[in-house]
């Protein structure tokens, strides 16, 4: 027996937004018939005033409880083989550690002792250029401080141009010898 809601459900062909109000029809509670109804239904849906315990214990089958216990006595069995061949791992592994620490302490020190010297031969190359940049540009100032500049402010830019062009090709010699050192 299909009801007209069903029938209708079925037959139409009609936007989503009929569709969600009939379904919304279908799950429609029903309102109370009578009065005890409503009564029982003011305890908050509950038919007692108290709830009842919702877990119940089951009794568990026989074949249930033997595969269960089968299960147990395989796994114990396995945690007792890993166990014991747990034990001897750890003495190869402690072994192995004695091997490792023997062969690689001498490598170890070998590898800072050459750390070391690298750095110290950084530091001295870094000594080495801050010396050269210092003394360049004391060479600069002193040679800048020596250039016959026009002494009028109305000189022509050809001349200022030469200048520091005859400077500049004077400087170049004296860079690639500071390079070649």
Known sequence: MQTSAYMAATDSDESSGDDSELLVSLFEQPEPACSVMADLCDRGGRAFPYTRSKTRWRKRPNDELKYLRSQVAELEYLLAALHQSGRRPTVQAAQLQRLSEANQSPKVYAALVENRKLRAM???QLQVVKTLQSTIDEHVRMKAQKLPWPSSVEAPDELMV????????QHYPLFDDIKER
Do not use: D, G, T
Request: proline share 0%; charged share 25%.
């Open 122 to 124: 950084v530091a001295r």
């Open 162 to 169: 030469a200048i520091l062009h005859k400077e500049q090709q």
